[in-house]
């Protein structure tokens, strides 16, 4: 039978098309597999070619050797860091100028560098990068938000074939982002918990959707899922905001996220993705009602008009069925490199 799932943090509900299942290793790309080159001449973000970027934000290593992630200014930013986010409502219409910041984390020198196939250290070194920059920004009292996220794949918006992240910090808090903390609110004013905890608890538990375990974080397929495969990552401890990390948390971290890219890299073809950290607003250090976490979507389906109309997505693919897949797929512990399935 078919089921209605409804999401326990967004209150949407999805169809698992039961029907229709599809098993998860149709959902493969098929693609031929690609031999990358590790430079190329004309990349602004290859090593050697750094003159053909903004001047950059920071760079790590900073102590003068050769570098091993950099950020730089987007050059096609969505929004300016030279105008005040001056405010107007003029009837229903509200506007702000467009103030904020949006950045790029070029993740790798390296072309070739997938995110996939990286060691864990340099996952970490990028997470730590996210940091920096995450707090800095956080700091300054216009920002209400600040999204990191990463396109992998034209399907999922990357416009450059070199890996790279990205950063947007904005004067408000996305329509998206406060109804989810509304709601996780109005459960922590109800039951007296993060619901993020609770849930976390209870799917420990069960593990029936659980795709890695560390010691710290932990990955799963998300129960009323709209796609296939989208991937919840949650710190353990309890954290608001993604600021809060700390250092052993990103080492864990860069494990728990590599390893779960390489499964889909491997187990899916190098699908398209996004991912994207969700954390509560800069000012959230500390709330006890929200816990901030990775969401993973591999973009494997296309949206259509049901979708569009109603916000109802159908999923054909089972999350259980989707974790197990994954939990299936063997990729080395240390590099993400495949080993098979
Ligand atoms: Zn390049
Ligand atoms: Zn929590």
């Known amino acids: 039978m078919p089921e209605l799932r ?11 098309a039961t029907e229709r299942a599809r098993r998860p290793e149709e959902l493969a790309t098929r693609r031929a597999a690609q031999t990358v080159p ?6 602004p973000f290859c090593a050697g070619n750094e003159n053909k970027t903004p001047p ?6 900073a102590n003068g050797e050769p570098w091993s992630v950099r950020v730089i200014p987007n050059k096609f930013a969505a929004l300016s860091s030279d105008v005040q986010p001056t405010r107007s409502l003029q009837h229903l219409r509200r506007r702000v100028n467009g103030f904020g910041f949006h950045e790029v984390i070029i993740d790798s020198p390296d072309h070739s560098g997938c ?22 920004l ?16 034209a399907d999922a918006g990357a416009s450059l074939q070199h890996p790279h992240s990205q950063l947007i910090a904005t004067p408000v808090i996305p329509s998206q982002v406060r109804h989810r903390l509304h709601e996780a609110l109005r459960h922590y004013d109800d039951a007296g918990e993060c619901m993020f ?10 593990q029936t959707r659980i795709v890695v375990k560390s010691e710290l974080f932990v990955a799963m397929e998300v129960f009323a899922s709209a796609t296939p495969f989208a991937t919840h990552i949650f710190p353990l401890r309890h954290m608001a905001t993604f600021g809060e990390i700390t250092a052993a948390e990103i080492t864990d971290l860069a494990h728990v996220l590599r390893s779960l890219l390489a499964k889909l890299y491997v187990g899916l ?8 950290i969700r954390s509560g607003p800069s000012d959230n250090v500390g709330a006890r009602h929200f816990h901030w976490y990775v969401s993973v979507i591999p973009r494997l389906t296309r949206v259509a008009g049901f979708e569009l109309g109603s916000g109802m997505f159908i999923n054909t693919v089972l999350p259980e069925a989707a974790a197990e ?5 063997k990729v080395d512990k240390a590099t993400g490199a495949g080993l098979g399935k």
Not at 6 to 16: D, M, S
Not at 269 to 276: A, C, K, M, Q
Not at 325 to 329: A, D
């Open 197 to 206: 905890c609770h849930l976390m608890e209870r799917e420990v538990e069960e």
């Open 269 to 276: 073809e190098n699908p398209d993705l996004n991912f994207t």
């Open 138 to 153: 956080s700091i300054d009292h216009r920002i209400n938000h600040v999204t990191i996220f990463k396109n992998h794949g």
């Open 325 to 329: 897949f994954l939990r299936n797929v």
């Open 38 to 43: 590790s430079f190329v001449e004309s990349c």
């Open 6 to 16: 409804q999401n326990f943090f967004t209150k949407e509900w999805v169809i698992i």
């Open 115 to 136: 995110m996939a196939m990286l060691p864990d250290a340099h996952v970490a070194r990028i997470l730590g990068v996210f940091k920096e920059r995450y707090n800095t």
């Open 56 to 61: 950059e934000v920071l760079r790590y290593p």
